[in-house]
């Protein structure tokens, strides 16, 4: 399984980012997927996941109502847009899935560097 995230740069504090993770050698139609982050000197953290029918979805209170993830089963894929983005959001992203609620994340991405300047 492979996925690739891209979408990922440098931003001015208020500004938007929209990022993708294309997910190949797996028909993830029926994962969930997520979206983690880690900045520098702290530990990886959830930001947002997606049930694999995208009815529900699931936010760290750090992001609710700024990020919305979003998925398109066809095309394999799974989105994070990125608004009213702070200095505070600054690491490296990372796409995840996982065939259940009930086990950890099993597959992982290369992840992407957001980097937000104030």
């Known amino acids: 399984v492979q996925l690739q995230a891209s979408g990922g740069g440098l931003v001015q504090a208020g500004g938007s980012l929209r990022l993708s993770c294309a997910v190949s050698?797996?028909?993830?139609?029926?994962?969930?997927m997520g979206w983690f982050r880690q900045a520098p000197g702290k530990e990886r953290e959830f930001v947002a996941a997606i049930s694999w029918s995208g009815g529900s979805t699931y936010y760290a209170d750090s992001v609710k109502g700024r990020f919305t993830i979003s998925r398109d089963n066809a095309k394999n894929t799974v989105n994070l847009q990125m608004n009213s983005l702070k200095p505070e959001d600054t690491a490296v992203y990372y796409c995840?899935?996982?065939?259940?609620?009930?086990?950890?994340?099993?597959?992982w991405g290369q992840g992407t560097q957001v980097t937000v300047s104030s």
């Open positions: 995840a899935g996982r065939r259940s609620r009930i086990i950890q994340y099993e597959y």
């Open positions: 050698g797996r028909t993830f139609g029926s994962d969930e």
